[in-house]
């Protein structure tokens, strides 16, 4: 166990590498198909939001758009810039769509959670007890902010190896805004991790049984402002100062053509997806949901069918974002994170574990709240005060100057 | 290291696929470059400037501060797992810590190191204002001048 050695895999036998093979293959295809319909979703719901039609000539209902869009962009003329850094420029790519494969292999697609069951399910005959995810580590939710912060560089590298000027822009933008959602993103976290006290996704969606959600478990503030982050963390509307096409052409895939756009436009709906999918697994309960009702042959599906009726609502909600929200000025966006999120997200987090502590240890749960809400007032005022005195000190030198 | 293999795999599998898409694009597209294509984007006009190579200080002292961040959040992560052992001893170092943590975000923030943007000037009209003034007094609409109403008119009267 000390190398994180999952009991359910400790022999590995043929069965056990061909269950995994199967699973891997199977989520490939289950992504690559789920960016096709997120695509489509996205310009059919947006262009209603319009009063447009969108798509609605490939297939029915235009759902194979997003495919007919993909094979003309094989066709089209891959071109890298005389400026560009070749191997640099060819590199960004895949640093842009491998994490976002990887992120959603610690998502719990389904199985039962009730009465500490851990959502094994059996597969193969009932020797081969699985996970219905594609692996479980124990630093499940590190492994996603990892390769979040790994798709950082995707974004980072393009635009600096363009050679030009709008990528150049973007990128340096998308770094700053990445990195200092980053921040907010883990610290709001923080209060999941001190619910469930584990970071294994697997754990963190057991100790969500009988609607004892951490969206509100926590609180609801952690919820709201991962969502928050998270919309940063994608670069989607309103957050997308990154590719402001009013400003910036494309942002910082201005010089990418044919097929390797299409990467980068991959992976950037595959990280709603499994941001989304994130999300639902923190704050929703992942596959969680009455089951009871049902007869015995649907038991084992309906968790696989809440989690993508969550997951469909996020998708939904991102959409909605775009489709009504004005784009931030970038003083906002930096303001909004590091003036707002941050530091609400770590009072939260400190009053969440001061309640618990206090739980264990029997002190009065009103002085604790009381003591708590006084302080963060306090820290509120601080941060500020320590705005305005910023604000004035900058007044005062751009009237000397 | 079982909960590693498929990470392996699907990783191994992706890069496959960006590599086959690549090769597939690479033959099938027309490979036909000229020097205004190669040339950086500019709306179809002949760059001048070469892309900037500085950049305000303010981007780098964001990264600085994030890596302050992230400390302190890898720090809390074992927190959240082992808060039950250590009891009230853990939530006092880690609050003694977010204090210490906070307080640099205190001077960084009183230091303008996170303004971003011009300052917002609010300028006193040196113009006389009275509450005469309105909207409705000051705005004249353009071509109601000279536009009578007849008395009779059809679309005046529905």
Redesign the interface.
């Given at each position: 166990m000390i190398f994180g050695i999952d009991p359910l895999l400790e022999n590995i036998d043929g069965a056990a590498i061909l269950i995994v093979l199967v699973k891997v293959v199977i989520a490939f295809a289950a992504l690559m198909v789920s960016v096709m319909a997120m695509v489509w979703f996205e310009r059919k719901i947006v262009a209603r939001m319009q009063n447009r039609l969108g798509p609605n000539v490939a297939g029915p209902f235009g759902i194979l758009q997003t495919l007919a869009d993909g094979i003309k962009l094989f066709f089209k003329e891959d071109l890298i810039p005389d400026n560009a850094d070749p191997f640099v420029f060819r590199l960004a790519p895949y640093l842009s769509l491998v994490p976002a494969f990887l992120v959603f292999m610690v998502i719990p697609l389904g199985g039962d959670f009730n009465n500490g069951k851990g959502g094994v399910v059996t597969w193969f005959g009932s020797t081969n007890e699985t996970l219905f995810q594609l692996a479980d580590p124990h630093i499940g939710i590190l492994f996603v902010l990892a390769m979040s912060s790994i798709a950082v560089y995707g974004v980072m590298l393009a635009g600096w190896s363009s050679g030009s000027k709008y990528p150049l822009l973007g990128s340096v933008r998308a770094t700053a805004q990445m990195v200092s959602y980053e921040a907010a993103l883990g610290l709001s976290l923080l209060a999941v991790l001190l619910n469930s006290g584990s970071l294994s996704t697997n754990a963190i969606v057991a100790g969500q049984q009988a609607w004892n959600w951490n969206a509100w478990a926590t609180g609801g503030v952690p919820f709201i402002v991962f969502m928050i982050a998270a919309t940063a963390e994608l670069n989607r509307p309103p957050f997308d100062l990154v590719e402001a096409e009013q400003e910036l052409v494309g942002g910082f895939h201005t010089e990418y053509s044919s097929i390797r756009f299409a990467l980068f436009f991959l992976a950037e709906f595959m990280n709603t997806i499994t941001m989304s999918a994130v999300i639902v697994t923190l704050f929703l309960g992942g596959p969680a949901g009455p089951t009871g009702w049902a007869p015995e042959w649907l038991q084992g599906v309906l968790p696989t069918v809440y989690f993508f009726a969550k997951l469909l609502m996020f998708l939904f909600i991102f959409v909605w974002f775009r489709g009504t929200l004005p784009r931030l000025r970038y003083d906002q966006l930096m303001d909004l994170g590091w003036k707002v999120l941050i530091p609400l997200s770590l009072a939260w987090f400190l009053l969440l574990a001061a309640f618990k502590v206090g739980q264990d240890q029997n002190w009065n749960r009103f002085l604790v709240g009381g003591v708590g809400v006084v302080t963060i007032v306090f820290g509120a005022a601080l941060v500020s005060g320590a705005a305005s005195a910023a604000r004035a000190r900058r007044a005062d030198q751009e009237v000397a100057s | 290291?079982?909960?590693?293999?498929?990470?392996l795999?699907?990783?191994i599998?992706?890069?496959l696929?960006?590599l086959i898409?690549?090769i597939?694009?690479?033959l099938?597209?027309?490979?036909?470059?000229n020097?205004a294509?190669?040339?950086?984007?500019?709306c179809g006009i002949v760059?001048q400037?070469a892309?900037?190579e500085r950049?305000p200080v303010r981007?780098y002292l964001?990264?600085m501060?994030?890596i302050v961040?992230?400390i302190?959040?890898i720090f809390?992560?074992p927190?959240?797992?082992v808060?039950?052992e250590l009891?009230?001893f853990?939530?006092v170092s880690?609050?003694e810590f977010?204090v210490a943590v906070?307080a640099s975000?205190?001077?960084v923030?009183?230091?303008?190191a996170?303004?971003?943007?011009p300052?917002k000037q609010v300028r006193r009209s040196g113009m006389m204002v009275t509450p005469s003034r309105t909207s409705t007094s000051t705005i004249r609409r353009v071509g109601q001048e000279g536009r009578e109403v007849h008395v009779g008119d059809e679309g005046v009267a529905a």
């Amino acid at each position: 166990m000390i190398f994180g050695i999952d009991p359910l895999l400790e022999n590995i036998d043929g069965a056990a590498i061909l269950i995994v093979l199967v699973k891997v293959v199977i989520a490939f295809a289950a992504l690559m198909v789920s960016v096709m319909a997120m695509v489509w979703f996205e310009r059919k719901i947006v262009a209603r939001m319009q009063n447009r039609l969108g798509p609605n000539v490939a297939g029915p209902f235009g759902i194979l758009q997003t495919l007919a869009d993909g094979i003309k962009l094989f066709f089209k003329e891959d071109l890298i810039p005389d400026n560009a850094d070749p191997f640099v420029f060819r590199l960004a790519p895949y640093l842009s769509l491998v994490p976002a494969f990887l992120v959603f292999m610690v998502i719990p697609l389904g199985g039962d959670f009730n009465n500490g069951k851990g959502g094994v399910v059996t597969w193969f005959g009932s020797t081969n007890e699985t996970l219905f995810q594609l692996a479980d580590p124990h630093i499940g939710i590190l492994f996603v902010l990892a390769m979040s912060s790994i798709a950082v560089y995707g974004v980072m590298l393009a635009g600096w190896s363009s050679g030009s000027k709008y990528p150049l822009l973007g990128s340096v933008r998308a770094t700053a805004q990445m990195v200092s959602y980053e921040a907010a993103l883990g610290l709001s976290l923080l209060a999941v991790l001190l619910n469930s006290g584990s970071l294994s996704t697997n754990a963190i969606v057991a100790g969500q049984q009988a609607w004892n959600w951490n969206a509100w478990a926590t609180g609801g503030v952690p919820f709201i402002v991962f969502m928050i982050a998270a919309t940063a963390e994608l670069n989607r509307p309103p957050f997308d100062l990154v590719e402001a096409e009013q400003e910036l052409v494309g942002g910082f895939h201005t010089e990418y053509s044919s097929i390797r756009f299409a990467l980068f436009f991959l992976a950037e709906f595959m990280n709603t997806i499994t941001m989304s999918a994130v999300i639902v697994t923190l704050f929703l309960g992942g596959p969680a949901g009455p089951t009871g009702w049902a007869p015995e042959w649907l038991q084992g599906v309906l968790p696989t069918v809440y989690f993508f009726a969550k997951l469909l609502m996020f998708l939904f909600i991102f959409v909605w974002f775009r489709g009504t929200l004005p784009r931030l000025r970038y003083d906002q966006l930096m303001d909004l994170g590091w003036k707002v999120l941050i530091p609400l997200s770590l009072a939260w987090f400190l009053l969440l574990a001061a309640f618990k502590v206090g739980q264990d240890q029997n002190w009065n749960r009103f002085l604790v709240g009381g003591v708590g809400v006084v302080t963060i007032v306090f820290g509120a005022a601080l941060v500020s005060g320590a705005a305005s005195a910023a604000r004035a000190r900058r007044a005062d030198q751009e009237v000397a100057s | 290291m079982g909960q590693y293999l498929p990470i392996l795999a699907l990783g191994i599998l992706a890069t496959l696929f960006a590599l086959i898409s690549l090769i597939a694009s690479r033959l099938l597209n027309p490979g036909r470059p000229n020097d205004a294509k190669n040339a950086p984007y500019e709306c179809g006009i002949v760059d001048q400037v070469a892309p900037p190579e500085r950049f305000p200080v303010r981007f780098y002292l964001v990264a600085m501060i994030f890596i302050v961040f992230d400390i302190e959040i890898i720090f809390l992560y074992p927190f959240t797992a082992v808060y039950r052992e250590l009891g009230s001893f853990g939530l006092v170092s880690v609050i003694e810590f977010a204090v210490a943590v906070f307080a640099s975000f205190l001077y960084v923030v009183a230091n303008g190191a996170l303004d971003w943007g011009p300052l917002k000037q609010v300028r006193r009209s040196g113009m006389m204002v009275t509450p005469s003034r309105t909207s409705t007094s000051t705005i004249r609409r353009v071509g109601q001048e000279g536009r009578e109403v007849h008395v009779g008119d059809e679309g005046v009267a529905a």
